[in-house]
């Protein structure tokens, strides 16, 4: 009667039974919460907790050996207790459904007791290393379930995907590491270790040994870690500022990006015990009453460089000169207190004043002060040497608006202070006059924190003129920081050189070809002919001036700007190299002498005729009655206008592709996230009912006399998990639906380094075999495991497009070594010295299993 009154009970209410189910499939998630809230109770009923040690110290070992688990469980407060129970219920519970009930508890456990025990390890071992900070520490408390569910956490990563997998893994260890380094204490350190060893463990639990971790190829991820080392680096002072006794090796970089003194009323009333520190007794009685509002203008710094740190992630090149200028003056700062610190007179100074036990340990050991300062210094080195990321501008006239903005609120903001402290003067001590006022305007913009090294000429004293005093620039700084963020918001596409401008309306109104979108990519420089119908994009590499695809412009005009374009190239000493050209103007350059060799194949598809009908078109069509069987769906769009659920998945299928390459993404001819995002640019989406994202293309305009009479495809890639099958089923449904939309056709690109294909239908000379050709093929075979180029082809081949050789030609020779090199760098502009590294590895894998076939066949 009970079990049908339950069952009745928990139909009636869906939620119920949702409950019971989380619960069911989260049984060591739950008995942790019962075991932190028994605890908990525990504690709340004794006042001062369980004689016997539960919570773990860096001595507890091995008298008090159980602490190693049962510190998980213990908590030093109830409110402590009540923050476990809510992390383990957010985090823990979701993790053990992903991972399972006995992946989650041996990797929790495991975790737990290998981080507590490893901060015991660290702290016996550094002792001697770094006594003073060991020292300070030893006799912190860690208890509570933090470290534990870390743990899962990290494990869990390595079944996700590629992108929440880096990104959840770098997030966690960025913030476990802030906390470790400025904060300092040994809960910090075991919280950290155990995420470790959760990461560690997790390949492990999932069946694979550990890997060493690919360099981050995309740029797109490259700007977010980078963003994400900036955020880390302005908050963590903050933390060591705030927290009561942060000892970490970087907390003294609170004092320099942030400034934050705390008075306390024994202190000010020490000051104030003295008639000659009256004005610094008034100082310190200010800042007391501060509150928040002094605390915003004394970590003004980690508030800029956190605004700077958004638009690093998009790639602005505002927020990467500001970021570096902010770095720069840290570094300026940073290097003049370390001339005064390793001055002896400073160290005695020091020491008589009377500083900080985490000051103390510094100037005890001047190298961990010295060592710390650096950080602004290699984060500047840093930002310079990765300037290329951050190319994304904003409109013209952006940044001279703001200016102006800035100037006329700092000018009312000015006039208000001056004129309302006027009217109040009774209510600052002492009272100032006129000039005094005036003068004291500039100092109302600094931050609040760096003004108490210089005592104020007045301060205030009632409540009114404390918030005129602080007001000002906490207004100021607010309104022009929520100004700067929008800068950073406004849409990036659209905004181009003059000369960029210039090139894309010649694309426009003239006949472009299918290439010619491709021009209007970042790192092209744009020539124009004298009659200024046509341009020429190209890039100076090494001496050799390498072009993009023939001239854009005129048909007529093609083969003469070709000649000037050539002799603009003399002039400057540039050896001109046409990449990527059609048979007609190769025609014309061996004419003038010049050598030529086939780099490439472009695939077209002429839609006037397309239906996919036919034995030859049986691959496609199966493709395409799979997704409608799958509910899998092909919709338009743009990147820009996809809701934000589809440009996420398209980012994560992104980088997935990236990671699986374990190679450097390519350029040059080659798009990325960062071409994608332009209006112009269409993409095609695969996608379930569940609105996920299967696969992904991105198609460039082709136009001609003003309008648009074909598309190029740009990016295909797709998910690992996608459906069989999505990228032919997107192309297909891209033919379909842009034949009917009365297009000429579609190219599906070129496949460069592919073994020529003949057609029939294709009007180009057969290309003739030479050394340059045989050596092509020949890297082209090599590269094959890498790239994929040939497979790429074979795959484009399904849809029996028409097929028309590319050309790379040049007048020189004997330029051909500068020429490839230029071609590598032009593809391969960021070859880290990881990825070199795995570049290499595989081309020689690939080498030597071509010299083993050889082999094999000649015997």
């Not at 050996?65 to 049962?70: A, G, I, M, S």
């Not at 700077?308 to 970021?323: C, S």
Request: hydrophobic share 50%; glycine share 8%; net charge positive.
């Amino acid at each position: 009667m009970r079990r049908d009154s339950a069952e009745k009970v928990t139909q009636k209410r869906p939620h119920v039974r949702r409950v019971l189910a989380g619960v069911a499939a989260s049984p060591v998630s739950i008995t942790c919460i019962l075991l932190v809230g028994i605890l908990g109770t525990v504690i709340a009923a004794s006042g001062d907790g369980a004689r016997i040690p539960m919570a773990a110290t860096a001595r507890s070992f091995p008298e008090h050996w159980w602490v190693l688990l049962t510190s998980a469980f213990w908590a030093r407060n109830p409110t402590s207790s009540l923050i476990g129970i809510l992390l383990l219920l957010s985090i823990g519970v979701l993790v053990e459904r992903r991972i399972g009930s006995r992946q989650f508890a041996v990797a929790a456990v495991t975790g737990q007791v290998a981080g507590v025990a490893a901060a015991m390890g660290f702290v016996a071992v550094s002792a001697s290393v770094m006594g003073d900070w060991v020292g300070q520490i030893s006799g912190n408390v860690f208890a509570g379930p933090t470290a534990l569910v870390f743990a899962a956490l990290m494990a869990s990563t390595a079944s996700m995907t590629t992108l929440w997998r880096r990104r959840i893994r770098v997030g966690v260890f960025a913030l476990l590491l802030l906390l470790a380094l400025y904060n300092g204490g040994f809960a910090d350190l075991v919280r950290l270790l155990s995420a470790t060893v959760g990461a560690l463990m997790g390949p492990l639990l999932s069946g694979r040994r550990p890997r060493t971790p690919h360099p981050v190829s995309s740029r797109h991820e490259r700007r977010v870690l980078i963003a994400l080392l900036v955020a880390a680096t302005a908050i963590g002072p903050v933390v060591a500022g705030l927290a009561p006794h942060a000892v970490g090796p970087l907390s003294v970089l609170r004092y320099l990006l942030t400034n934050i003194q705390p008075v306390d009323p024994e202190t000010l009333q020490k000051l104030c015990a003295y008639p000659a520190l009256a004005r610094d007794c008034a100082a310190a009685a200010l800042q007391l009453r501060a509150g928040a509002g002094g605390t915003f203008m004394a970590v003004l710094p980690s508030f800029l460089l956190l605004l700077f740190a958004d638009g690093l992630r998009r790639g602005r090149r505002a927020a990467w000169a500001g970021t570096l200028l902010i770095q720069a003056a840290l570094s300026a700062i940073a290097v003049a207190t370390i001339i005064a610190v390793l001055q002896p007179a400073a160290v005695d100074t020091a020491a008589s004043e009377g500083i900080s036990a985490g000051d103390s340990a510094a100037h005890g050991h001047p190298l961990a002060l010295v060592l710390p300062l650096l950080l602004p210094l290699l984060l500047a080195v840093l930002l310079l040497s990765r300037r290329k990321l951050f190319t994304v501008r904003a409109p013209r006239g952006t940044y001279r608006r703001l200016a102006f903005f800035i100037a006329g609120l700092a000018a009312v903001l000015a006039v208000t202070y001056a004129g309302a402290a006027m009217a109040m003067a009774q209510d600052f001590s002492p009272a100032p006059g006129p000039g005094g006022i005036l003068a004291d305007i500039p100092d109302r913009f600094l931050p609040l924190g760096y003004m108490f090294d210089l005592a104020p000429a007045f301060v205030p004293l009632s409540p009114r003129a404390v918030v005129l005093y602080e007001g000002v620039g906490i207004v100021f700084w607010a309104v022009t920081g929520a100004a700067l963020l929008r800068t950073f918001l406004r849409p990036a596409h659209n905004v181009h050189s003059l000369d960029e401008d210039r090139a894309r309306a010649i694309i426009k109104m003239q006949d472009g070809g299918t290439l010619s979108w491709m021009t209007t990519w970042p790192g092209n420089r744009y020539w124009f002919s004298p009659g200024g119908r046509s341009f020429v994009a190209y890039r100076v590499i090494g001496g050799i001036a390498l072009t993009l695809g023939p001239p854009v412009g005129p048909r007529g005009d093609v083969e003469k700007t070709f000649d000037e374009f050539t002799a603009h190239c003399t002039a400057n000493g540039w050896s001109p190299c046409f990449y990527s050209v059609p048979g007609q103007l190769q025609i014309h350059a061996t004419a003038r002498g010049w050598a030529g060799v086939q780099v490439a194949q472009e695939t077209i598809l002429d839609l006037e005729h397309v239906t996919f009908k036919g034995k030859k078109f049986q691959d496609i069509r199966t493709s395409m009655n799979n997704a409608a069987k799958a509910g899998v769906r092909a919709e338009w769009t743009t990147y820009a206008g996809a809701p934000r659920t589809v440009q996420a998945q398209i980012q994560e299928i992104s980088e997935e592709w990236v990671e699986d390459k374990s190679i450097p993404e390519m350029g040059f001819t080659l798009g990325s996230l960062d071409e994608l995002d332009d209006p112009e640019v269409r993409c095609l989406v695969a996608i379930d009912r569940d609105k996920k994202v299967h696969a992904v293309t991105s198609w460039l305009p082709v136009y001609r006399n003003g309008a648009i009479i074909g598309w190029t495809l740009d990016l295909i890639r797709r998910r690992g998990t996608a459906l069989r099958g999505s990228a032919e089923f997107l192309i297909a449904s891209a033919a379909i639906t842009l034949r009917d939309e009365s297009y000429e056709f579609i190219s599906l690109s070129g496949a460069p380094l592919a073994p020529p294909r003949q057609d029939d239908r294709s009007k180009e000379p057969a290309p003739t075999s030479n050394a340059m050709d045989r050596l092509l093929e020949g890297l082209g075979a090599t590269l094959e495991p890498v790239y994929g180029f040939r497979s790429l082809l074979g795959f484009k081949s399904k849809f029996q497009p028409r097929y028309v050789p590319l050309y790379m030609v040049y007048p020189d020779p004997a330029a051909l070594p500068a020429i490839g090199r230029a071609v590598t760098r032009a593809y391969l502009p960021e070859v880290g010295f990881e990825q070199g590294l795995s570049l290499t590895r595989t081309l020689l894998r690939s080498v030597l299993s071509r010299i083993g076939r050889r082999g094999i066949s000649q015997r």
